[in-house]
């Protein structure tokens, strides 16, 4: 008689599901990455596979879960090591960290682009609200911190510049990154003002948000 899995081994499975699929969809996209062609890689069932993952969608909410815990993670280390922060050096941080981040080509990036448009629509309450309170819990970390280098910084302006941060970065790199057949009409009649630096714009916008921010702040005080 087959023993049933363990909790432990139950997660250590998801996880290897997930860190295969994770792989697969670094050369593939969300519409051409099949749960069968996951389920073969991982060497389960596709009932095994929807068992651990309800949904592709799920699946690829949690590839988002891990991206931005790497991310998270990294921004604090970061940040250790940094003493007391006036504004402007606030700004350099937090567009350094940010420049880190603009790769089109990124996994972070990737996904955070079909979230709200893609993944957020096929997922069960269980993920959504998973996914609510490990953000609202890691904004809270890092603002604490945060706040302890920058006395002029609240958690909820963070959560703000936080959120700020990902409209311009999924909003340029939805500009940015073009179909194949607009490269080609770009390329043919030499229309190349359509394209669009999607590191310096992001850059660039973020900045003036953060001293629009600023400004609007000192003049609230």
Same mark, same amino acid.
């Given at each position: 008689?087959?023993?049933?899995?363990?909790?432990?081994?139950?997660?250590?499975?998801?996880?290897?599901?997930?860190?295969?699929?994770?792989?697969?969809?670094? @050369? $593939?996209?969300?519409?051409?990455?099949?749960?069968?062609?996951? &389920?073969? %890689?991982?060497?389960?069932?596709?009932?095994? #596979?929807?068992?651990?993952?309800?949904?592709?969608?799920?699946?690829?909410?949690?590839?988002?879960?891990?991206?931005?815990?790497?991310?998270?993670?990294?921004?604090?280390?970061?940040?250790?090591?940094?003493?007391?922060?006036?504004?402007?050096?606030?700004?350099?941080?937090?567009?350094?960290?940010?420049?880190?981040?603009?790769?089109?080509?990124?996994?972070?990036?990737?996904?955070?682009?079909?979230?709200?448009?893609?993944?957020?629509?096929?997922?069960?309450?269980?993920?959504?609200?998973? @996914? $609510?309170?490990?953000?609202?819990?890691?904004?809270?970390?890092? &603002?604490? %911190?945060?706040?302890?280098?920058?006395?002029? #910084?609240?958690?909820?302006?963070?959560?703000?510049?936080?959120?700020?941060?990902?409209?311009?970065?999924?909003?340029?790199?939805?500009?940015?990154?073009?179909?194949?057949?607009?490269?080609?009409?770009?390329?043919?009649?030499?229309?190349?003002?359509?394209?669009?630096?999607?590191?310096?714009?992001?850059?660039?916008?973020?900045?003036?948000?953060?001293?629009?921010?600023?400004?609007?702040?000192?003049?609230?005080?």
């Amino acid at each position: 008689m087959k023993r049933a899995m363990t909790e432990t081994a139950k997660a250590e499975k998801a996880k290897q599901i997930l860190q295969i699929a994770t792989e697969m969809y670094r @050369g $593939s996209t969300f519409e051409a990455l099949k749960m069968s062609s996951v &389920a073969k %890689a991982a060497n389960v069932s596709n009932g095994t #596979l929807f068992f651990y993952y309800k949904t592709k969608e799920i699946l690829f909410m949690e590839m988002l879960f891990l991206e931005y815990e790497k991310r998270f993670d990294h921004l604090l280390d970061l940040l250790r090591p940094c003493g007391k922060m006036t504004y402007e050096q606030f700004k350099a941080f937090f567009l350094g960290e940010m420049d880190g981040l603009l790769d089109a080509d990124s996994l972070l990036i990737r996904l955070s682009v079909i979230k709200s448009t893609v993944l957020e629509k096929n997922i069960d309450q269980e993920t959504a609200v998973k @996914g $609510s309170l490990y953000l609202h819990d890691s904004f809270r970390r890092i &603002a604490e %911190a945060m706040m302890e280098k920058a006395d002029f #910084l609240s958690a909820e302006a963070f959560y703000e510049l936080m959120l700020a941060q990902n409209a311009i970065i999924v909003g340029y790199v939805n500009m940015a990154v073009l179909p194949q057949a607009i490269e080609e009409a770009i390329d043919e009649h030499g229309l190349h003002g359509f394209r669009l630096d999607f590191r310096h714009s992001a850059l660039t916008a973020m900045a003036y948000y953060l001293d629009g921010w600023f400004a609007k702040r000192g003049s609230s005080t």
